[in-house]
């Protein structure tokens, strides 16, 4: 614990990239590797999971996914822009899947890469449901959540002899993490889960851009009352790094109002 509380105030000190913080909700994270190497470790596990998948033979659910996912990543470019993060816009290269699988799932790789699981569709009905499933993943893509728990996990992993390879950009290092975070044997699937804090807050920051995008970011409550009418048993919260349907609910009850104020039909 030392070790780590030590390397953050390095970090803090430092001021060379160390330290960001999530558009939106302004939470201090820390990053301590580039979007460029974070990017180039990430697409080729992605390249990897989509050579193996099978693209999804439902045309309409297709151009379900497409249609939402595009409006949402509009409205998201569109925001960032208004609020002098244009910059950032740069590191998106927005793709939209749908594959083949009963698996009740979806996933965001860095750089807009995200992927929507046949077995999660029958809960998102509508497309203000569908929306709020990317609105979440995109959320992730933008809060670079990614960058962070890789980040995490080179302190976990080297504690203080990481600042010389963060700080030196040494690609082998940020590799081998990628292999263990987005690793397709990873034990929860293509990648390892987010921690609660990062599944909330991409709850939050996602209940807004899908309603700036144009989607009733209410449709939120509706498809996590059906996840979880719907699912044979539940994990306790404090067993999973998922939270709880009903806290998750609660919560996004929370954001709702803030959220509202964007959405336009």
């Given amino acids: 614990m030392k070790k780590l509380v030590y390397v953050?105030?390095?970090?803090?000190l430092l001021g060379s990239?160390?330290?960001?913080?999530?558009p939106l909700t302004g939470r201090k994270q820390i990053l301590l590797v580039s979007d460029q190497e974070v990017l180039s470790a990430s697409l080729t596990q992605y390249g990897d999971f989509m050579k193996g998948a099978e693209l999804s033979a439902d045309k309409k659910g297709t151009e379900k996914v497409v249609r939402v996912g595009k409006k949402i990543a509009?409205?998201?470019e569109a925001y960032l822009k208004a609020n002098g993060l244009e910059a950032e816009i740069?590191?998106?290269a927005w793709e939209f899947h749908l594959v083949k699988s009963p698996e009740i799932n979806a996933f965001c790789m860095p750089g807009g890469k995200i992927v929507v699981y046949e077995g999660i569709m029958p809960y998102a009905s509508t497309d203000d449901e569908l929306a709020a499933v990317i609105g979440h993943e995109v959320a992730h893509a933008v809060a670079k959540h990614s960058n962070e728990r890789m980040?995490?996990?080179m302190l976990a992993s080297y504690g203080g002899a990481v600042l010389d390879q963060a700080v030196s950009k040494k690609s082998a290092t940020v590799q081998a993490i990628a292999g263990t975070v987005?690793?397709?044997?990873?034990?929860?699937?293509v990648m390892l889960p987010y921690s609660r804090k990062h599944e909330l807050e991409a709850d939050h920051m996602g209940l807004v851009f899908m309603a700036m995008g144009g989607y009733n970011p209410q449709s939120a409550i509706s498809f996590w009352t059906k996840m979880s009418q719907g699912k044979e048993s539940s994990v306790p919260e404090i067993m999973s790094t998922h939270p709880a349907d009903s806290h998750r609910i609660e919560e996004i009850k929370k954001y709702l109002p803030e959220a509202v104020k964007f959405y336009r039909k």
């Fill in 8 to 12: 953050i105030a390095v970090l803090a």
């Fill in 17 to 22: 990239g160390g330290c960001g913080n999530v």
């Fill in 74 to 76: 509009a409205a998201t």
């Fill in 90 to 92: 740069a590191t998106f």
């Fill in 151 to 153: 980040s995490q996990q």
């Fill in 182 to 189: 987005y690793g397709l044997g990873a034990q929860y699937g």
